[in-house]
Every structure is written in structure tokens, then in C-alpha cells.
């Protein structure tokens, strides 16, 4: 009785997958990456007996944009296929007299009920179809639980400093390599997986391919403010971070990053303030303006007080004086420092042969400079009263 049941499961089997299939997949979820491909069957279809594991070989496949349909026999991908139309499944193992000689498909379809009586009537074979969803998968927040270090570098200025930042935004990304993704990820799911089941593992991976990606924009000496204005440059550094468990691994690729804010901490933004601003006052010329601002601004305060001008004055003109930074002479630095930097430009141009026509001999500078007295008393040669810091009134104003 076994043998006859299988026998005759066999056949009916055998002859309900004769008909060939036609498989669609609506519009793909935002939220799903993978869903399994359904045979199409209507209100007028016979086809309501076949075995839905079995492609007969014959069948459609309709394959929409953004999608890419995949066909596994026995746990195998065998076909893949990303243009949009409908894709012909010519080479299955399950044979149909619609399909091909009569003749050779009727023999082969007895050979297929023969190998289903050795599995009980059962089919004794597996076959799906799969749409992979390969559409730009967008609105993936992301945001940095704890600070990451960021170097600042100006090798102009000779800055190098670590700071700590906070960054947030979100980030886009696709399905790059179907092949992987099924194989390393999906597998044979029954119906469909979803973006829910990778989202938290690609989120913390992201994040912790932040920093390393963030390096490279250090390497091109980018301030902390200008982050923002190079996504691009973000997501290229972050395809090249996640390459070997993002690309290798799953299939998957960084679209685009869009990052909404980048702050330093309050004790980093001080540093980072206060750096920039020893900088700039290692200038001559911005030192002395400082200085000389300084000094207006003391210099009326201390007349302000009746009883100790004089004393301000002198104690203001010996600190100086024991220094040796006052304007007067940061603004002779600054002119010797032009001077300079003139010199080894025409330098580097005649070396470059770049300087056109016969070089003009250099002026040789005065030997002497005239000399003034400032109304503190104190005689000088320069544009500032070296004890004062008060300009030459013979200069034009």
C-alpha cells in the first residue's frame, strides 16, 4: 500500500508541476531587504496543486527596478538577474511538456516521477526564488554615544593638538552584492527578512568606523567646523573602513552620509580657541597690534588715576623696556620678517628660472635713521617710542 501511495504521489505531483509558473514581487518595503518570490496564481489558474518549492523549467520571472531576483536550487544560487523585465527560467531540472520537444519532455517527466517514488511521492528536491532589495536604503541615524578623538593639524602654523568631538546624522546605504548578502546573511528564508534583524550590528559598526574615517580628513588638516562640508569624503573614508565585514563580508555599501552636527567639548573648544589665538600672536605685525592696543588701553587707565600716572607710566615703560616687546620693535621684527620672505621668494624664482628680464640691484638701506624725541623724553629711531610705545607724530597721519 506504501509503494502504490508513493506511486501514485509521485504522478500527481509529477503532472500538477507540468504547468509552468510566473513569479512576482510587488513593491519592496523600505523595511525589508529580502523577500521570497510568490507564484502568481489567479482565480482561472489550474495551477493550484503544484508544489511551491518547484520551478518548472519554462517559468517567468518579472524582475522590477530596484530589485534583484536570485534562483536557488538546493541551497545554491544558480541565476541571478538585476534588469528590470521578465526573465525566462530555461534551464531548470524540472522538465514540462509546454516547454521544449514533447517527446523528450514526457520522457524526462517519467524519469522525474521515478526519482519522487524514491522519496515517498515528495519531490525530493528544493527550488525558490528571491528579490533582494537593491534601492538606496535611507534614514539610518546615527549618533556618538561618547566622544572620539580628532587630531587638529596646521603644518603651516605648526599646530597639532587632540580634541574631542561629538558628531550626529544619518547615513544611507545599499545592498552592493546580492551574492554575499543571501549567502553570509539571509539563507533561505521562508518569507521575507527585514532591515530590524541588522540595523543595531551596522549602526555600532558604523560608529566604530567613524573615527579611523574622521582620520583622514585630519590628514588633509581639516578643522573640526569644516567636517560637515565633506561628506563625501566621509562616506569615501568610510567604504574604505568597512570593506572587509561591510563589502566582503555582506555585500553592502555606504550611499551617503549627511552629518547634522559636529561640537567639540566646552574644556576642547577653550584649548582650541586659546591655540589658534598664540598663533596668530606669534605674528609680529598681530603681536605688536595686540600690544599696542594693550598699551592704549593701559596707558588710559593709568591716566585716569590722579594719583599714580606717573607711577603707571614708568612701571608700564620698564616692563618693556626689560622685555624688549614693544611695538616699535615687533613692528621692525615683522618688517625684517617681509624683508625676508621677499628675498627668498626672488631666490626661489631665479632658481626656478622664473624671474623675467635683468634682476634690479637692491637699495642698500640708510645707514643712520633720524631721530625723535617722545614727549615721555625718551629718544627714538623707529615708528614707536620704544619706552611709550607712542607713534613718531612726525610720520603722516
Known amino acids: 500500500m506504501g509503494l502504490i501511495k508513493a506511486a501514485l504521489g509521485a504522478a500527481g505531483g509529477a503532472l500538477a508541476d507540468q504547468w509552468k509558473e510566473f513569479f512576482i514581487c510587488e513593491s519592496i518595503d523600505k523595511e525589508i531587504l529580502m523577500v521570497k518570490g510568490q507564484k502568481m496564481v489567479g482565480k482561472r489558474s489550474s495551477n493550484t496543486k503544484g508544489n511551491d518549492n518547484i520551478i518548472t523549467n519554462g517559468s517567468g520571472i518579472v524582475v522590477a527596478d530596484g530589485q534583484c531576483m536570485i534562483i536557488v536550487d538546493q541551497g545554491k544560487v544558480v541565476e541571478v538577474c538585476a534588469e528590470p523585465g521578465e526573465f525566462t527560467y530555461d534551464t531548470s531540472t524540472e522538465p514540462s511538456v509546454f516547454t521544449g520537444s514533447f517527446g523528450e519532455a514526457l520522457k524526462n517527466t517519467f524519469k522525474t516521477m521515478g526519482k519522487r517514488i524514491t ?17 538606496e536604503l535611507i534614514d539610518n541615524k546615527f549618533g556618538t554615544p561618547n566622544p572620539i578623538m580628532f587630531r587638529v593639524v596646521d603644518s603651516k602654523v605648526g599646530m597639532d593638538l587632540d580634541v574631542s568631538l561629538r558628531c550626529s546624522g544619518v547615513y544611507s546605504y545599499r545592498i552592493d552584492d546580492p551574492i554575499k548578502f543571501y549567502t553570509n546573511i539571509a539563507g533561505n528564508v521562508t518569507s521575507e527578512y527585514r532591515r530590524e534583524e541588522l540595523d543595531t550590528q551596522l549602526k555600532q559598526e558604523f560608529i566604530g568606523a567613524l573615527q579611523p574615517a574622521l582620520a583622514k580628513l585630519s590628514d588633509m ?22 570593506s572587509q565585514k561591510w563589502g566582503e ?31 596668530a600672536y606669534g605674528n609680529a605685525r598681530m603681536g605688536a597690534g595686540a600690544m599696542a592696543r594693550a598699551t592704549a588701553g593701559a596707558m588710559g587707565q593709568a591716566a585716569g588715576n590722579a594719583n599714580g600716572a606717573m607711577a603707571g607710566f614708568m612701571g608700564m615703560g620698564m616692563a618693556m ?5 614693544t611695538p616699535g620693535n615687533l613692528y621692525q621684527q615683522a618688517a625684517q620678517q617681509d624683508m625676508q620672505a621677499q628675498q627668498m621668494q626672488g631666490q626661489a624664482m631665479m632658481g626656478a628660472g622664473m624671474v623675467q628680464g635683468q634682476a634690479q640691484p637692491q637699495q642698500a638701506a640708510p645707514s643712520g635713521a633720524p631721530t625723535w624725541t617722545c614727549a615721555c623724553g625718551t ?10 610705545g607712542a607713534k613718531n607724530p612726525f610720520l603722516p597721519q
Open 119 to 135: 522519496y515517498g511521492g515528495d519531490t525530493g528536491h528544493d527550488q525558490r526564488v528571491y528579490y533582494i532589495n537593491t534601492k
Open 221 to 242: 588638516e581639516l578643522r573640526p567646523n569644516q567636517i560637515v562640508a565633506h561628506n563625501d569624503e566621509v562616506a569615501n573614508a568610510l567604504n574604505e573602513t568597512l
Open 249 to 279: 563580508l555582506r555585500g553592502l555599501k555606504v550611499v551617503s552620509i549627511a552629518l547634522g552636527s559636529v561640537t567639540l567639548t566646552d574644556e576642547d573648544a577653550a584649548l582650541l580657541k586659546n591655540a589658534q589665538a598664540d598663533i
Open 321 to 325: 623696556n626689560a622685555s624688549g616687546m
Open 379 to 388: 629718544a627714538n629711531t623707529g615708528n614707536f617710542c620704544t619706552n611709550c
